[in-house]
């Protein structure tokens, strides 16, 4: 319904179709541009909640302005000021700049810090090496450990948000207390290590 709509979307490059929703179970994305008007999305999605039973919950609804720095501004400081914007749903949370917004596991806004994004996965992953820091793991063990609780809490977060130098060196600094058990000069190099 979406689709074959009459917003406008996102063009991007390389796509033949504008881009106008991404669809994931229960979690719905649509990108309109500054001359979609939201009632028609609006009226699609009242369309579509009738038909599926559901109902569309707007307090759950996150706008997150897109464009110049000065529109985006002007659009998120007005809605906040008056709670309305054009006709966008009022009781939605309108990003600021600076607010990261989740969506499917990432994080996305304008002008968001990456490590305050990254700062809580990194919390995680020290306090479940601390965990395994009680046990005697060989060192075939701890290389199975980094695998699985360092690699594996962080490979999401890096492909759908990147990793930032700093927070690649944090991690770096867990393994190599967790592999070394804290010794200031480890038996062997970094680059051995890896191979």
């Known amino acids: 319904m979406i689709q074959k709509s009459q917003l406008q979307g996102f063009e991007v490059e390389g796509l033949k179709e504008p ?62 000021d008056t709670g309305r914007w054009k006709s966008y749903p009022q009781n939605a949370h309108m990003a600021g700049e600076g607010d990261a917004i ?30 395994w820091k009680k046990g005697h793991a060989t060192l075939d063990g701890k290389r199975h450990v980094i695998q699985m609780v360092i690699a594996g809490m962080t490979q999401y977060l890096t492909d759908v948000q990147r990793m930032p130098e700093a927070v690649t060196r944090r991690l770096e600094k867990i393994i190599r207390e967790y592999l070394w058990e804290g010794k200031a000069t480890p038996p062997i190099t970094n680059q051995n290590m890896y191979q």
């Open 19 to 80: 881009v106008k929703a991404t669809l994931f179970a229960d979690d719905t994305t649509t990108y309109l541009s500054e001359n979609d008007d939201f009632s028609v999305l609006q009226e699609i999605l009242d369309t579509w909640c009738s038909a599926a039973k559901a109902k569309f919950n707007i307090a759950k609804t996150e706008i997150i302005p897109i464009g110049e720095k000065s529109y985006r501004e002007k659009m998120a400081k007005e809605y906040k």
């Open 102 to 131: 989740r969506i499917l596991g990432g994080f996305f806004g304008n002008g968001i810090d990456q490590l305050a994004v990254w700062s809580p996965r990194i919390a995680k992953v020290a306090a479940a090496i601390e965990r």
